[in-house]
């Protein structure tokens, strides 16, 4: 049973490397002697974590799922990795990824594509004793998500209690959604970002993925807090969060309590905007009994406009490219990464050393980036969509300004679907699509958590599912109109 497991774990794809077995055993025996001693450093003593490629650890290779830097082990651990073991956390490797973030389905990693753990709405295999042992063929597994896809799977799956992943247009919440789990975006700047490898510096948020909000918030408790090696980073501090068994860690005041309780008054907001074209029936009908739970609840559901949001995908593009040219100088093959040697000039050695060590995907993005950015179309694109950024941020804070305490809207556009349709040919449409509900909260910085809501096999069979069914079905009700 064990080494059927393995292989289904190894089937999976979540991590790109263990952490080395006497660093394992090392933390662990601590771990376990301070457990003994009842000298526990944080609630995560001892608790198995995973951590996205993307940040530096010295003990480890930092890929970022990319050829380029394969073999590359950094001289420092980044921030949230230190943060992580001082509160007596135990990294247990490093997770899957999509190529330097670049992706939403957590299928283009050099190391191969991340394997959801649900297929057809069931878990895959582990507790199943009839399940295959060999690897799932295309066809029969759905993607994990992405970019932080293998830190998703690897919680949702048990190799880990909780995961770090990061979060530029949507790479946390989004494999969150499909996997199961719950993933946090907190506001930009209140994780610092010293040591996670930079995709877009002016949207990069380290996030957290757990089964849990409350998971969420232990993670939040040990992570936050500002850092002075990074100058966007912030000094708030955790709200603490009560677990039911943990009563005497919390007084009464802070226990969440019923729903009726946590809603009653709050104004919701669901912006029409969202409900666009591609919208799979499956998520509008989710979204819709989810705005029913909180109304009947005693929430104040109302309909919001963000006008901008159509906007959203081109100026996240213009602006996610324009900044991934200016930092992918830097993989020239002289400091670190992939280097090819050739006679002829530097400059062919650097063309020779990235024309290897990177996918289509990174080159076409690298492309794009320095073509906005030529002199002649700098004011035309990047200005442009700088203007549009602001206007996008605006709209939020006209519906915030309002009386609107929070919005509800979907996380991806469609559940999880066949790796075949996150092909490269296909992947700026899909990946552009899919980051339409969670792109806008990068680009203005605003915190944003995808939870699950249930909606799957027990949705369709429940009574409330069958009022959305009437020839309605694919619209949003007109009072969310
Ligand atoms: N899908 C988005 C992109 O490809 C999200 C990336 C991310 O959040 N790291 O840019």
Redesign the pocket.
Known sequence: QAVAQQSVMADLNALISSAPSSRLQHATQHAQHRQDSGTLLSPLDGVPIVVKDNYCTSWATTTCASKMLRHYTPTYDATLVTRLEAAGAIIIGKSNM?EF????GGTFSTFGPIKNLYRSGKPYALSDPTYRCGALEEGEWVVSG??SGGSAVAVASGQAYCGLG??????VR?PASLCGLVGLKPSYGALPRTGLIS?VNSMDCPGVLAKTCEDCAMMMAVLLGRDKADSTSQGSSAIPWAREEDEDRFSSADRPGTLQDLVSGLVVGVPSEYHCAGLHPQILQAWTRLADKLHDAGAKVVPVSLPHTPYAPSCYTVL?TCEVASNFTRYTGFQYGLRKSCKHSMEAQYALSRAEGLSQVVKDRVLAGNYFLLADNKENYQQQAMKVRRLIQQDFDCVFNNGVDVLLTPTTLFPATSPSLFSVRNSSEL?YL??LCT?PA?LAGLPALSVPVGFTNAAQNSTSSQRYNDGQHYELRDQYR
């Not at 973030?101 to 939403?104: A, Y």
């Open positions: 999509d973030g670049m992706g939403s992405g970019s990061s979060d530029t247009g949507g790479s989004n995709l996610n990946t899919q980051d792109s990068n």
